[in-house]
């Protein structure tokens, strides 16, 4: 069955559609993990006497200042795309690209836990020899599930036989 697309639409899926890392994604994720490193290390240094409170709160404290550097790396290459998606496959930031007719399986993981985002996610299961997974963190992009996946939608139209469409 084929899907209707207007000429406006492809058009568009002529060029390939770079997305980028969110500014305001990224710094509110600083500020966040900052202060969260600032008062567990705080708690860490209030708990000196006490070793098993300390390594605790300890690492935790190596948890914030983990994912604090997660959120400000991105922010020297926000010129360039971590995503490219166009009629040829994904693109990563690493340069590797994946062809629509390489993946088995596309995938946008949203998890939460009582309304909190815990984990957003890209995973392509693909048939080439490596690698097998790839995947990667995409909760800082310019970009929500439905959009990602619409994305892929029209652009993977073209390079899908016909017979299994």
């Known amino acids: 069955m084929e899907i209707y697309s207007s000429s406006q639409t492809k058009k568009k899926t002529e060029q390939p559609r770079e997305i980028y890392y969110s500014r305001i994604k990224l710094i509110s994720g600083a500020v966040i993990w900052a202060l969260a490193m600032a008062f567990f290390g705080l708690l860490t240094y209030r708990s000196m006497g006490e070793t098993g409170a300390m390594g605790f709160f300890g690492v935790i404290t190596l948890g914030a200042a983990w994912m604090f550097f997660n959120c400000v790396k991105p922010l020297g290459s926000l010129d360039k795309p ?3 998606i166009g009629k040829d496959g994904i693109r990563f930031d690493d340069g590797l690209l994946i062809g629509w007719n390489d993946m088995r399986e596309n995938t946008y ?48 139209q073209g390079s899908i036989p016909s017979a299994t469409r």
């Not at 299961?125 to 619409?150: F, G, H, I, Q, W």
């Open 82 to 84: 971590a995503l490219i």
């Open 109 to 156: 993981i949203n998890q939460m836990y009582m309304g909190i985002p815990i984990l957003k996610l890209v995973q392509i299961k693909t048939t080439l020899a490596k690698p097998k997974v790839k995947k990667m963190r995409v909760a800082a992009l310019a970009l929500n599930s439905d959009e990602y996946l619409a994305l892929c939608d029209s652009y993977s």
